[in-house]
């Protein structure tokens, strides 16, 4: 039995140890706001904070979440108004949306490690979060956003 | 949203109320922005949706709108929303037209329904260009109806009353009537005549034309957007799919027994190869349906096939290249004649000739292709991200054997499309595996599936041939292409695309050349080709951009002024009676209503050079490169900007977008699109490549089908958007065309490397960036 916790809710999970954390979300959940894109780490579409670190849920096995505690998209913040959510939507930043969940985890973490990233640290924070629609500029521009109204 | 509201708050307490009102709308529209219509009540992840329930009967008055008496208006998006705001501009033109308050509207998707809705194909960058003026009309005729509504209650003429804003005012008593409160009134009266609705003037327009924010960012920032994977039927299982790796192969023996051992899974079932091509039919395979996700994956993974891999067994990348430059190397079946090419190359100064090569390549939308089912009791009823329901429905049946009747699509979200989810083989697979195991089922395609099954965009080799004079004026044009068709998806032995397939601006294009023959050459297909974003225009727009470009450089002028001058005076063209060979389609429209403007052409020129700064000095490594392609009705010129690092690796600073689409009703998601053309025409050009050995996909997820990543994007895109009231080009493929070209010659301009085969991938490796010299005379 692994007892964890998910948004702040305690839980336990004796199923498949090796099964990643993306299909428990997903499928045990109902936490569908954590996307899947690739399932080998390489797109970011999962990203997930543990203990608040980002990390891929995908690449994520149940049997290392132990007294740890998940932090997915639906509990970012309690009323969805993270600065970075209210800056995505001030730049009207996504395009399909899919990978914004994704996205929007990397970049709290960003932020919080480093509250005025320049653009070079956003590049290689972001750069493993893929965006087929191109919304890059964007992101970079709704990051910066994000950083300027919180000091 | 607030800003939208400014002509329509009355007095201090009104304004507070209909502050409270228009949040909870807001909030309405956010949330529970993908309302699905009448789905089956255990839908548990819909459930949350019933609260914004409102009472029944609405009062339907067009296919598109509805209103309740409470004064809500309900439109309903018939278009798929893959990223480009169609469920935003399509529903707030009505609005405007109709003179709804924003706030009050709700926007739910259609299901598949052609006949009611009209064309739901959301392809070839047709949303606005072909419906702009119906949602102007569906909205302009409810307004007139509300007011032919308050006329008749108040017994006055039609003519002393207009909406305004959600209420129907009489001017001359002040009195006024809620839309809400006429809906009674409205519900007896026939439909205003055609002669009595007035679409609105330019002036009159609210939100038309101006920018309006997405009706689904707070589920798409807050992870409760509904995308295909995300509904939730009782009792759904999961299946994952082994499909044949070679296009037309079978199952000749399997073992399911490891497979079986899985834990959760539950059943393994032999999907049916259909004889080619196949269509949009699914190309079958082994299913593993098992109670979760994880379990299906693993027991596909634990199967045990041996392939009889079929007639496209030998399909090799290498070899086929040779193939397609053997072909361009014959003479093929005209697209255009003007003039006497032979005549002409034989008698011009000098001549150039150059071959370009472009890979197959894969969508690779973020959300791999997935689809629901349930399919019991003799219907089907089906969830999916689809870009055409009215196709999966159409599809569905006949796979089934039903009638279209029996068959509902819902329409999710898409997590990207870019023409993959215009064909539903695996909306096919989801129905037909329901059926079988009498319960719901969803059909997870992995990364893997997706980037080793899809519809493939072609794989092209282009020869180009010029004639021209020590001014570099071009006087012959001989252009030579073969790729294979996407008709060999439907019929056996295409030997290529037909004439009609090179307007996609290879035949028609807008420079002026006395002499010009655009010829097809054969090409059989050995793998699914299916619609990619732009289409054809892709590797047209790169052999030809590409190819001017080096024109310039031969002839030793600047490439942008040397495009003007290629451009010529400025002309306005029926091209069908210019040489086209017919049919000589014109993405589905006129050429009376859509000629071919080279004037337009020209300016979108012009405004990319003044607004990139074009022959401003640039640092050491860094390159500008332009080109210009019309496509899908609209006029894209582009500049962009790419830095050559020391290993080569090649990023764009900066891009400067011109595009003359016409009117454009939503121009920030307009810009939105030409950032994101830019970014895909990247991946395009300098990452992506399907290739196939041995009958079968090298490729298999993102490390070896890179895309462009945050690194190496733009950091600006710049987009100029001509302002104009012309009629709407497509939005969302044209700014994909010029980029290859604009970037290949940026990088010749950094490095003196040209570019003639993608993606350039390692190709740079070597390549030292230029120190001097600005107007290329040493290379
Ligand atoms: S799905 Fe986890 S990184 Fe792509
Ligand atoms: S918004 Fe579509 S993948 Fe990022």
Redesign the interface.
Known sequence: MISFSVNGTRRSFDGDPAMPLLWYLRDDLELTGTRYGCGVGSCGACTVHLDGRAVRACQTKMSELTGKEVTTIEGLHPHGEHPLQIAWREIDVPQCGYCQSGQIMKAAELLRSTPHPTDRQIDNAMNGNICRCGTYPRIRGAIKLAAEKRS | MSGLMSGSVDDGDEAVARDMERRRFVQLLGMGGLVFAAGPSGI??LGRLAETAVPVDPFSPHAYIALREDGTVTITCHRS?????IRTTMPMIIADEMEADWARCRVEQAVGDERKYGSQNTDGSTSIRLFLTKYREAGATVRALLEHAAAKQWGTDVSEVRARQHTVIHERSGRSLSFGALVATARSLPMPEKTSVRVKSPSERRWQGKKM??I????????????G??V?LPGMK?AVIAHPPVWGGRVRSFDARAALRV?GVEKVLHIPEPPLPAGYNTVGGLAVVAR???AA?QGRAALRIVWDDGPHASYDSVAYRAELEASVRKPGTAGRVVGNVEEALASAPRTLEREYYMPHLSH?????VVAIAQAVNGTVEVWAPTQSPQDARGTVAKYLGTDESKVTVHVT??????GRKSKPDYICEAAWLSREVGVPVRV?W??EDDLRNSYYHTVAAHRLEAGFDGNGTVTAWRHRVAYPAIDAIFAQDVEGPGPDDLTNGASDIPYAIPNIRVEVCPAVAHTRIGWYRSVNAIHHGFAIGSFIDELAVESKKDPAKYLLDLLGPDRVVDLSKDGLVAPASNYGGTWTDYPLDTGRARRVVELAIEKSGWGTPLPSGRGRGIAMHRSFLTYVAMVVEVDVAADGTVSVPRATVATDAGFVANP?RAR??M??????GM?NTLYSEISFRNGRVVQS???SYP?????T?????DVHLVESEALPGGIGEPAVPPSAAAICNAIWDATGVRIRQLPVGRQLAGARARTTDPDGQDR
């Open positions: 548990r992840r929303e893959m990223g480009q705001g924010p997405s689904d960012l707070v589920p798409m920032t807050t992870g409760t957007a509904i995308y994977a995300d939730r999961v834990p979760n996700t994880w994956i690779a939308q973020m959300e791999p979200l898409l997590g990207g499309a870019f997870q992995t990364r920030d939105s699109q950032e994101g053309a830019v970014i895909m991946s997820n993102y490390p895309v462009t990543r945050m690194r994007a733009p950091h600006t895109v």
